[in-house]
Antibody, heavy 118, light 110 residues
Framework: EEQLVESGGGLVKPGGSLKLSCAASGFTFSTYTMNWVRQAPGKGLEWVSAISSSSIHIYYADSLKGRFTVSRDNAKNSLYLQMSSLRAEDTAVYYC????????????WGQGTLVTVS | QSALTQPASISGSPGQSITISCTGTSSDVGGYKYVSWYQQHPGKAPTLMIYDVSNRPSGVSNRFSGSKSGNTASLTISGLLAEDEADYYCSSYTSSSTRVFGGGTKLTVL
């Protein structure tokens, strides 16, 4: 069974840094594009970043302005999000989500990890 | 990239049908078949309901259907059940190779 488990969230001060992780299991992680999606408290979903299976193609939401860096380690079946220069508006639940083969669709999601910037 | 436009809320009675719209531009919804819909219950992660405009993943009820006309996609839920009460989000691929979500629609089953 496909499973995504995020970790690394917590309380961080404005201007600080944090690295999130997403552990994948139950599927061949190295063959899928992966994404980060966030949701501020009481707000809607916001796409953050995507990284292709071999890390060749990486994309970010314009709003991040270079503060976030996505990476992956296929040997460890893990996805990462390095966040820096954090602001109060980055407070959110961060989800990792898998792209369905052959389409730009988030077919599996983790349960999320909460990042609080305060 | 601006968020796609969805109604903030919609309601219906059990057994009725409702349709949620999702309006974008020719650079996202109108330009690609990659429109998807997600259901999110409070405190839970989103789940995929419709992909590529009108396809249903296995396990999703055939009461859920999707369509698109021009720059507007739609999700229709027929035969409303109490368990359908949730937030619904559309998403689209964009011409910048990014993704964009709608603002979300809160469905209330009266």
């Amino acid at each position: 069974e496909e499973q995504l488990v995020e970790s690394g969230g917590g309380l961080v001060k404005p201007g600080g840094s944090l690295k999130l992780s997403c552990a994948a299991s139950g599927f061949t992680f190295s063959t899928y594009t992966m994404n980060w999606v966030r949701q501020a408290p009481g707000k809607g979903l916001e796409w953050v970043s995507a990284i292709s299976s071999s890390s060749i193609h990486i994309y970010y939401a314009d709003s991040l302005k270079g503060r976030f860096t996505v990476s992956r380690d296929n040997a460890k079946n893990s996805l990462y999000l390095q966040m820096s220069s954090l602001r109060a508006e980055d407070t959110a639940v961060y989800y990792c989500a898998r792209d369905q083969y052959g389409t730009y669709t988030f077919d599996y999601w983790g349960q999320g990890t909460l990042v609080t910037v305060s | 990239q601006s968020a796609l436009t969805q109604p903030a809320s919609i309601s219906g009675s059990p057994g009725q049908s409702i349709t949620i719209s999702c309006t974008g531009t020719s650079s996202d919804v109108g330009g690609y078949k990659y429109v998807s819909w997600y259901q999110q219950h409070p405190g839970k992660a989103p789940t995929l309901m419709i992909y590529d405009v009108s396809n249903r993943p296995s396990g999703v009820s055939n009461r859920f259907s999707g369509s698109k006309s021009g720059n507007t996609a739609s999700l229709t839920i027929s035969g409303l059940l109490a368990e359908d009460e949730a937030d619904y989000y559309c998403s689209s691929y964009t011409s910048s190779s990014t993704r964009v979500f709608g603002g979300g629609t809160k469905l209330t089953v009266l």
